[in-house]
């Protein structure tokens, strides 16, 4: 049997491209878009995921620089960023895709708070946009940014944020990015509402310069500023400060062969702050000290330093494995045994000269230094956080000997967390405070009473509290 010939069969209409786009060639953008997202989604730290994002993509120089900026000042910024984006969209941003508000949130930084022209924040933003999610979301994105680009930040906050005049703490807190919560507790720790705590939301809204710290014995302060490039601290004698986005100070020499370490000013001036105070306690061949909460061993590392100067011995004790390995390894070398344990069951009573509380805390005090904590953290979490504090310091008094020296440190200068605690502890122990002042040579402003409250604004530190307690 013949069988006819199968005719040809017509060409249907093209298909669909399906392929994705090429990616944007914008290395710096997409690093920070990369970061908002890995906080978001995965409760990351910024300033520990961007770094090492920079180092596995080779992005350096002006490109890391720009990386650097939008990251960590959109994450410190996103409230603020909601807002204008919420009064400039007309669906409501619980709506809107997280990973595409992620870019909202990027374009919109770039539009109020760099100097970047608007039509590159825009367009560079659409174009990351498009190349993951196609044109239809690109246009979405490119209608909200123009709106935001309609006015300036100043004008936004004129419409967005409460009256400065019926609510100075909201009208600032907008305006610096801050929860009103945050706001407030710096307002009632500076006493003021007016000029001087806006200073202080302004100084935590911006980029912390790099501090360093020199370890005693190895390399001098002037030393570590003539390698690195930065200038001899004005507090602290081991200190050095670099200027912001001086780079990643993992690199530096000094840094990698541990003749230094990335610490705040504030908090190397509390750890020298324990060891100056004179002893009542009975002579010993050695000096005992201890670290009741030493994670992740900044302040045990500089303690360790000194002891081996000095001929004492540290304990550190630190709860968790992981930051108690983060401990080891910066005290390595060092006369510090390092324990895994709870601060409020370790040790015998009366058992060493000098005890440190770094207790765990809010972190209001370097919120600068963490860019996303300001939102993360909540009003709920300072009643578990004092209750803590005030076991860790009630068995620091304990563990110390008659005579001997308790500083008790936070990193926050909220009232309950600071003069509360150590007021309470006081009552209940009738351990006697010394005049902390006296040991923070030629700093100004340190507050009032006998503890140091110490201020960005004031200072260049983060605002760290210390006070100092006689057994």
Known sequence: MNRRPSRPKRPGPPKRRTTPRPPVDDPARRA??????????????ANLVLPGMLRDRRITGRDAALATELAYGSCRAIGWLDQVLEACSERALSTVDPELLDALRLGAYQLLRTRIPPHA??????????SESGSKLGGFVNAVLRRVSEADEATWVERLAPDAATDPVGH???ATSHPKWIARAFADALGDTGDELAAALRADDRRPAVHLVARPGEISADELAAVTGGDVAPYSPYGVRLEAGAGDPADLEPVAEKFAAVQDEGSQLCALALTRPEL?????QEERWLDLCAGPGGKAALLGALAAVSGATVDAVEKTPHRAGLVRGAVEGLPVTVHLADGREFGEPGSYDRVLVDAPCTGLGSLRRRPEAR????????????KLQRELLMRAVE???PGGVVAYVVCSPHLAETVGVVGDVVRRTGAKPLPAKEFFPEMPDLGDGDNVQLWPHRHGTDAMFCALLRR
């Open 172 to 174: 600032l807190a907008t």
């Open 32 to 45: 920070a878009l990369d970061t908002l997202r890995a906080v978001r989604a995965q409760d990351a730290y």
């Open 399 to 401: 563990l110390v000997r």
């Open 375 to 386: 939102w993360r953290r909540q009003p709920s979490d300072v009643g578990g956080l004092t």
């Open 280 to 284: 009542e306690t009975v002579a010993a």
């Open 121 to 130: 924040a825009v367009a560079s933003t659409v174009d990351l946009v498009r």
